[in-house]
């Protein structure tokens, strides 16, 4: 974005002035705006806006950014300005306000018609393609990515140039009434609806109510038929599933009914719009197959890569190298540009904007060349368009190239964390539990996004998972739930904090401290209040008092317990553990043992028995969407997709046999795939003949024969189907409920026990 406001315009405002009243107005210029400093790259003319969010402030990154360059500050809040004498404070009561303000006067000065998108389902896709179809004939912006928040909204305005004919924006809302502010900031011209929620959504359901306010005084709207109820049909051109009008598209296209209907919307906003009917019909043939998600995956020589390979717009490329800055940290930033060929004017003006971000290396590949740039240890960004040339390059620099994969969906773990933060009180800690590396989604990178969604701790069940977590860069407090004496010293060293759960624990642990010269070590206190695991017993809670109160070397950070059974439906077991939890922690406050954390509850325990949160919560499986209280699950968003691709087909006649032992015989000709997933992977062998299956297409297929060590045999005799077809193993259409029931197990067994060879993706939307 380049805004050039000068200070004067911004202090026009309402409510904005200078820190410092007492300096005159100077003659600066403000070209962008940046919330995160992890993400500046240009300071130069950039104004750090200080939010106030739930969980963190931007206040106190000041320093942060100013140490990056910046000198422009929006602030609300007293701040001590003389540490920062060459830079310039505006001050306003609300920052967020501000910024919506900006927006506003910003969209007002230009003439760009405001396209809103919202809905429940498929708003970004409709917005990349409706971006896609504009884009023949008009200069057109767009949200980048997912920007539909409160905060993202406004950073989409701000994108709009003078020669900006259409500014497509996406909307995207959690709560009742959030969706009046962001209509006073857009007041727009068209408005698409792409899909509601569920009427049984009890969650979700006032917000249909909320859609309906972006369409009060456009000129007009577009719907999908199964969502019109309720909007003033006047205004509105209703997509039905008819699918004869876009049939050049449609039978080119992916299968799914899905992509169907988001292409459809798109052309019929487009129509409504008023592009002409020849025109779309010719974009809609060459809609881009967009991957929408930056994908994360490890790469070769110790490298990690960013796979954001969808288009070559350069606002897109600007979010992209801001999202790598923020990933790597300290590591080396390397930047791989692929495209089969490339304008020259384009090729500067993307050179020019990675130039910006100051990567340590960067290379532009076009077709039939090789990487040269070293990428050994470093944070690879890969850009460009989605060809099968840079496919390749994706496949090349890839650690892993076993085609089964898990992906880890970030948006929705961000989105079950605001889920059950919003169940505790505002003081009351998270503790995210990451053991087991992470429940199958990867110890490392889950706990680096945990951290950086601001969780108060971390817990582990061994010493050698904290120090992997230490060694990945990790300053979180971490709890490691059972220490054993091998590892007592590493623990101290890698500055872990240990559950002790017995006096001779107590006392190995100690006496190691004493021949470390250490002192003041926390530790955390477990008390067995009936699930007769590990703990102290009730009744040794004088004791242990006396004896850490005797011992310079520790002090208790926190005194926990565990529930045994917070998901049942008869909580009388469970609320005379709350009860005797409650007894251990008066008899600590009594003590004046010093500031201590309770926590007792785990993911069910947060959902069925609130009101003994105390000072800390422990969130585990939870937080990848998976509960065991039905009330809940479609309150959450699933985290974990599994899935692989079909590596042969074969027709098979009357009498032949398919797998190991001749465990099944078919008994008319039928069609089989062949699928790269066997018990080595986590796909265990009690899912054989018949009693599992996967999904291709979105329609069940069974499982023929034995579950063999590698592969794995299915009937896909009624499908049109061809080799390197997307299997799911489980992701919509059979959830990890359905797939443990059919292991005869539980969802922790299956995520844990999903091998490492399985190529672990991750997805943020």
């Known amino acids: 974005m380049i805004l050039a406001y000068s200070h004067n315009q911004f202090l026009q405002l309402a409510d904005v002035s200078y820190y410092d009243s007492n300096i005159p107005i100077i003659d600066g210029v403000i070209d962008q705006v940046i919330y995160d400093s992890r993400l500046i790259t240009s300071p ?53 306000k501000t910024l919506h303000d900006l927006a506003k006067n910003h969209r007002e000065k230009n003439n760009s018609k405001i396209i809103a998108v919202c809905g429940s389902l498929g708003k970004t896709m409709v917005k990349e393609w409706l971006y896609s179809i504009l884009s023949t004939e008009n200069n057109v912006v767009r949200s980048p990515k997912s920007y539909n928040s409160q905060l993202g909204v406004p950073l989409s305005l701000l994108q709009i140039k003078k020669a900006t004919d259409f500014a497509i924006i996406e909307v995207g809302i959690s709560k009742s009434g959030e969706m009046q502010k962001i209509f006073n900031l857009l007041s727009p011209d068209y408005t698409i609806c792409t899909s509601f929620y569920p009427e049984d959504d009890l969650l979700r359901k006032g917000l249909n109510d909320e859609f309906l306010k972006l369409f009060y005084n456009v000129k007009k709207g577009v719907l999908y038929s199964e969502c019109s109820h309720g909007f003033p049909d006047e205004k509105i051109d209703i997509v039905t599933r008819n699918e004869k009008e876009f049939a050049s598209f449609l039978k080119n296209t992916n299968k799914e009914p899905i992509l169907k209907r988001n292409a459809m919307i798109a052309a019929q906003a487009a129509l409504t719009i008023g592009l002409e009917k020849e025109k779309i019909a010719e974009a809609l043939t060459t809609l881009p197959n967009l991957a929408m998600r930056l994908e994360t995956y490890d790469g070769i020589n110790s490298s990690l890569i960013i796979n954001d390979t969808y288009n070559l717009d350069l606002n897109a490329l600007s979010h992209s190298l801001s999202y790598q800055k923020f990933i790597a940290g300290k590591r080396k930033r390397v930047v791989l540009f692929v495209a089969e060929s490339i304008d020259v004017d384009l090729q500067t003006a993307i050179e020019k904007e990675i130039k910006s971000a100051s990567p340590d290396a960067y290379q532009f590949i076009f077709e039939g060349e090789n990487i040269d740039v070293d990428v050994t240890n470093s944070v690879v960004l890969l850009k460009g368009s989605r060809t099968e040339f840079t496919n390749q390059i994706a496949q090349t620099l890839k650690q892993h190239t076993h085609t089964t994969s898990l992906e880890i969906n970030f948006s929705a773990l961000k989105h079950n964390l605001s889920f059950f933060r919003n169940s505790i009180n505002n003081k009351t800690k998270l503790l995210c539990m990451v053991k087991a590396q992470s429940y199958g989604s990867g110890l490392e990178k889950t706990a680096v996004f945990l951290q950086d969604q601001g969780v108060d701790y971390l817990g582990v069940a061994c010493s050698d998972e904290g120090v992997e977590l230490r060694k990945s860069g990790i300053t979180l407090p971490i709890l490691v739930l059972n220490v054993e004496p091998e590892s007592f010293r590493s623990c101290i060293l890698h500055k872990l904090e240990p559950a002790i759960y017995s006096f001779s624990q107590l006392d190995l642990f100690i006496r190691e401290l004493i021949y470390m010269k250490r002192g003041s070590h926390p530790i955390h206190i477990k008390f067995d209040t009936g699930m007769h695991r590990l703990g102290f017993d009730s009744n040794d809670v004088s004791k242990v008092i006396q004896m850490v109160q005797a011992q310079p070397e520790v002090y208790v950070k926190s005194v926990f ?114 699928i790269p997933v066997g018990y080595a992977d986590g796909f265990r062998r009690v899912l054989k003949n018949g009693a599992g299956g996967v999904f291709i297409n979105s329609k069940f297929c069974k499982t023929l024969g034995n579950i063999c060590m590698d592969m794995t045999m299915v009937d896909v005799s009624d499908l049109n189907v061809k080799e390197g077809d997307s299997v799911e193993i489980i992701g919509k259409n059979q959830s990890i409920y359905s797939m443990a029931s059919s292991m005869n197990t539980i969802p922790y067994e299956i995520l844990t026990g999903i091998s490492k060879r399985v190529h672990r993706i991750y997805i943020d939307e």
């Open 561 to 674: 317990s565990h529930l045994a059974d917070a998901s049942g439906v008869d909580k009388s077991f469970t609320n005379q553990q709350v009860q005797a939890f409650a007894n251990i922690k008066k008899e600590f406050l009594s003590s004046q043992t010093g500031s201590i954390l309770f926590h007792l509850l785990n993911t069910d325990g947060i959902m069925n028995f609130s009101e003994a949160q105390h000072d800390m919560v422990r969130l585990g499986i939870g937080m990848y969407g998976i509960t065991s209280s039905k009330k809940n699950q479609n309150k959450l968003e699933p985290v974990f997709t599994w899935q692989t691709k079909i590596s042969q087909i074969k027709k098979i006649k009357k009498g032949d046999v398919v797998g190991y032992s001749k465990e099944f015989v078919a008994d008319k000709q039928m069609t089989i795939a062949i």
């Open 44 to 96: 130069q003319n950039t104004m750090f806006i200080c939010l106030n969010g739930d969980f963190r402030d931007g206040h106190d990154y000041i320093n942060d950014a100013y140490e990056k360059g910046i000198r422009l500050f929006l602030v609300s809040k007293i701040i001590d300005i003389e540490k920062y004498k060459d830079a310039v404070f505006f001050k306003t009561e609300d920052t967020l």
